[in-house]
């Protein structure tokens, strides 16, 4: 069964700093992996979304990797803005079941200005 | 396009009551979802649609029913609900079920409480 894992659960930063959230997910086989993004009381806004074939994708002062073999998705952030501040959800979707996305529990992260 | 839209935004229910919560999106998506979102559990999956006519159960469908007569709306059902259905409820789509990228979008959420 797929499982997806988020480290660290929180994360306080001070502004500018450059940061990684990580995700890791126990079945290589998936399909894609999408970073999403929750403000307080709000809905998920999609970050970046990665296919398996792929690597990494970017945009602006985002970056995602993907390294299916050793399970691992990290999301950099560089020069990070109090405005940042929210919390960070990975999802898989396996490729085995594409109607099934498993999300991670999420990381906090709170930039200090 | 106003992309994914849930209503109500909050709604408090006594147990036992029936109530609908809707969701419609206007991408032309095939794949429409719903999901809870409870402290320290996530976001589980509730049901989900593929297409028109067409839906199936995801981690926790116990308690909720579902249908999609439309490809724009997937309105989730409680029929007697429970304290336990106290949650936030995510609904989800995507454009194509065969294929594509599967990005989802998100609707904004509704708040439901159980008394």
């Known amino acids: 069964k797929q499982e997806v894992t988020q480290i660290p659960a929180a994360l306080s930063v001070p502004e500018g700093e450059n940061l990684v959230l990580n995700c890791s997910f126990t079945d290589s086989a998936i399909y894609n992996l999408q970073w999403f993004r929750q403000d307080p009381g709000k809905g998920l806004t999609s970050l970046l979304l990665?296919?398996?074939?792929?690597r990494e994708q970017t945009s602006g002062r985002l970056n995602a990797s993907l390294d299916k073999s050793s399970g691992r998705s990290t999301l950099y952030i560089a020069a990070s803005q109090p405005g940042d501040s929210a919390t960070y959800l990975c999802?898989?979707?396996?490729?085995?079941?594409?109607?099934?996305?498993?999300f991670g529990p999420g990381t906090s992260l709170s930039v200090i200005p | 396009n106003a992309g994914v839209t849930q209503t109500p935004k909050f709604q408090v229910l006594k147990t036992g009551q029936s109530m609908t919560l809707q969701c419609a999106q206007d991408?032309?998506?095939?794949?429409m979802s719903w999901y809870r979102q409870d402290p320290g559990m996530g976001l589980r999956l509730i049901h989900y649609s593929v297409g028109a006519g067409i839906t199936d159960q995801g981690e926790v469908p116990n308690g909720y029913n579902v249908s999609r007569s439309t490809t724009e709306d997937f309105p989730l059902r409680l029929l007697s609900a429970a304290p336990s259905q106290t949650s936030v409820y995510f609904c989800?789509?995507?454009?194509?079920?065969?294929?594509?990228?599967?990005?989802?979008?998100f609707g904004p959420g509704t708040r439901l409480t159980v008394t």
């Open positions: 989800a789509s995507s454009y194509s079920w065969t294929g594509g990228s599967h990005e989802q979008y």
């Open positions: 999802a898989v979707r396996p490729s085995t079941s594409y109607d099934k996305v498993i």
């Open positions: 991408m032309n998506h095939e794949y």
């Open positions: 990665i296919q398996s074939s792929q």
